[in-house]
């Protein structure tokens, strides 16, 4: 059984930085793209950042410059390093990874709160 989990989130301040993580365990292969979703109290989950398979990544505009997504395939692991947050980044994050066999696969989720 696949389970991806999320760790890293928490409080941080305007401006300060914050590192998510997201493991899998259990048996699981051809992880074609990782990604980071978020969702704010009473919005839409929206895409964060996605990196494929072969380094390429694809960021939400309003993260450009400040986020960076990064995977280490052999520890099956993606982490998504957060600088100069703002308060609008606030949010539950969740990881997603998409198999090219077997599908795809989300995390619980993370809360990163940040304070203006």
């Known amino acids: 059984q696949v389970r991806l989990e999320e760790s890293g989130g928490g409080l941080a301040q305007a401006g300060g930085s914050l590192r998510l993580s997201c493991a899998a365990s259990?048996?699981?292969?051809?992880?074609?793209?990782m990604s980071w979703y978020r969702q704010a109290p009473g919005k839409q989950r929206e895409l964060v950042a996605q990196?494929?398979?072969?380094?390429?990544?694809n960021y939400a505009d309003s993260v450009k410059g400040r986020f960076a997504i990064s995977r280490d395939n052999a520890k099956k692991t993606m982490y998504l390093q957060m600088n100069s947050l703002k308060p609008e980044d606030t949010g539950v994050y969740y990881c997603n990874f998409l198999t090219a066999i077997t599908g795809t696969y989300w995390g619980q989720g993370t809360q990163v709160t940040v304070s203006s």
């Open positions: 990196i494929d398979s072969a380094g390429n990544t």
């Open positions: 259990g048996t699981i292969f051809s992880i074609h793209l």
